[in-house]
């Protein structure tokens, strides 16, 4: 007995070992930033990164001198609108391709996987030329009509769709129920787990965009927070490094609070799957 518990528990202890050891190298970069966002600016210049004078000045002054405020409200307006229209549109897409029989179903959902290989980075030029041609630069549209769908989002939600037992169609066109109530009432709350999964990947892909609204946004009505971040630097306070760190300290929170909402529902989804 003690020869067979002796190689297992050694191997749990190297596998934690390991574990820790890569989690302080994923979490030492943001933690050495959260703990020089408390730091006076000279100390960071002089390097003196174990002084105990800490205090929230750095997020006072970020608060009260920059615009940090209005960014994280753009972000919040651009990140929100774009995760409803991809939950609506992907979550009726994917319907249609599981529910609804038509001619091409097959070539046109393999059409839209086909939009998967192309990198955002070759779509950048024909997207710019058309928003800049129906006059939307500049404005929150600009930020959201491109990211109104998403070929994954479709893919990811189809496939989902696909696991529903079949039974629960026949009973519903035997109550005669409708396509929308079928897809209201027993689609979307079979499936809400995977729904929640789109709709924090979609939140956060908007939260982190960079290259397109540094193309299409150009004053701060309308600048989302990483780009206002890049802004802030090429400003008068770029030598002061801790107000810097401080917004971005600021800046991760409603990541980590959207991470923590959506781990806690993936959890409670497992669970009652399990139960199941």
């Given at each position: 007995m003690d020869l067979v518990t002796k190689p297992k528990l050694s191997r749990r202890i190297w596998d934690y070992a390991l574990l820790t050891i890569l989690a302080v190298i994923v979490l030492a970069p943001f933690l050495i930033g959260l703990w020089t966002s408390f730091l006076p600016t000279m100390q960071i210049a002089q390097g003196n990164f174990l002084s105990t004078k800490v205090s929230f000045q750095n997020y006072i002054d970020a608060f009260t001198q920059t615009p940090?405020?209005?960014?994280?409200?753009?972000?919040?307006?651009i990140s929100t609108a774009t995760m409803i229209a991809q939950l609506i549109f992907?979550?009726?897409?994917?319907?249609?391709?599981?529910?609804?029989?038509?001619?091409?179903?097959?070539?046109?959902?393999?059409?839209?996987?086909?939009?998967?290989?192309?990198?955002?980075?070759?779509?950048?030029?024909?997207?710019?030329?058309?928003?800049?041609?129906?006059?939307l630069l500049n404005s929150y549209s600009v930020m959201v009509i491109p990211f109104l769908t998403s070929a994954f989002g479709v893919f990811m939600l189809r496939q989902s769709f696909m696991q529903m037992p079949i039974e629960l169609k026949e009973a519903a066109d035997i109550e005669g129920l409708g396509h929308f109530q079928f897809y209201w009432?027993?689609?979307l709350p079979y499936n809400r787990i995977p729904l929640m999964t789109l709709g924090a990947y979609s939140f956060l892909g908007a939260w982190n965009q960079y290259l397109w609204p540094m193309l299409t946004t150009f004053s701060n009505d309308f600048r989302p927070v990483q780009n206002g971040l890049r802004q802030l630097q090429s400003e008068e306070t770029f030598n002061d490094w801790g107000m810097i760190q401080a917004t971005a300290a600021i800046v991760v929170i409603p990541t980590l609070i959207v991470l923590f909402i959506g781990q806690h529902y993936f959890k409670s989804g497992v669970n009652e799957g399990a139960v199941k």
């Open positions: 940090i405020l209005r960014y994280l409200g753009n972000s919040l307006v992907c979550s009726m897409s994917a319907y249609a391709f599981v529910f609804l029989k038509f001619k091409g179903r097959k070539f046109l959902f393999g059409l839209f996987l086909a939009t998967m290989m192309l990198p955002f980075e070759a779509e950048i030029i024909p997207n710019f030329q058309t928003v800049k041609a129906m006059g009432k027993m689609v």
